[in-house]
């Protein structure tokens, strides 16, 4: 079965520093992989999708961005944190056919002091 | 603009009853509708998919689709305290990416 991996749980980070986030998936091969932040009490914003090894689509323009250096390994960077940047950050990812649906990592709590 | 909406409630229903939760989505091309649970401060979990018109159920879970009303639902039955929790709708349109758009989620309180 597959399941998906995303550490650290908790960050606290003060503001300027950088930040690198990294999920992982396993028992699938060429998934379509997904970064989301969710604030506080509100929904689901899709920061960045890849449906393959160096391809990265963003949607949201912001000081964040993402790499996929192996097939199953998402990462998310920043090179300095804002205040805003706080939130809780889930990984996703798909099977790449169509119509599937998304499974979620347990999440990244982040702080910015 | 693909829009998903769902009143944001809480809606709040007594241990035992049914749990009536409704999305409306604006994308008519939209072909597989999922249903999200999401603990205070956990992740999304999916409960479940529908891609048909007409009624699915998977235990508790009833999931109802109506394409021509561009209607989704979730029946909840004997709703369990351990149901609180927020319900995220998502649709799938026509997208190679498998892209999602989510509604707000509507939060469910289930009182003992």
């Known amino acids: 079965s597959q399941t998906i991996h995303q550490w650290p749980a908790t960050l606290v980070q003060p503001v300027g520093s950088p930040l690198s986030l990294e999920c992982t998936v396993e028992?699938?091969?060429?998934?379509?992989l997904y970064w989301y932040r969710q604030a506080a009490g509100r929904g689901l914003q899709l920061l960045f999708y890849?449906?393959?090894?160096?391809?990265i689509s963003s949607e949201v323009p912001q000081n964040l961005s993402a790499s996929r250096p192996q097939d199953r390994q998402f990462i998310l960077s920043s090179k300095k944190l804002l205040l805003s940047d706080s939130g809780f950050y889930l990984c996703a990812w798909s099977q790449s056919t169509f119509e599937q649906p998304q499974h979620f990592g347990d999440g990244t709590r982040l702080s910015i002091l | 603009q693909k829009e998903v909406e769902q009143n944001s409630g809480p809606l709040s229903v007594p241990e035992g009853a049914i749990a009536s939760l409704n999305c409306t989505y604006s994308d008519r091309v939209s072909q597989s509708f999922f249903w999200y649970r999401q603990y205070s401060g956990k992740s999304p979990e999916l409960i479940m998919s529908i891609y048909s018109n007409g009624d699915k159920e998977d235990g508790r879970f009833t999931a109802q689709l109506n394409k021509a009303s561009q209607y989704v639902s979730l029946l909840i039955r004997d709703s369990q305290p351990s149901d609180s929790a927020t319900y995220l709708c998502?649709?799938?349109?026509?997208?190679?990416?498998?892209?999602?758009?989510f509604g707000g989620g509507t939060r469910l309180m289930v009182k003992p």
């Open positions: 890849s449906v393959g090894i160096g391809q």
């Open positions: 028992g699938t091969s060429n998934p379509n």
């Open positions: 998502a649709v799938n349109g026509d997208n190679a990416g498998n892209m999602l758009t």
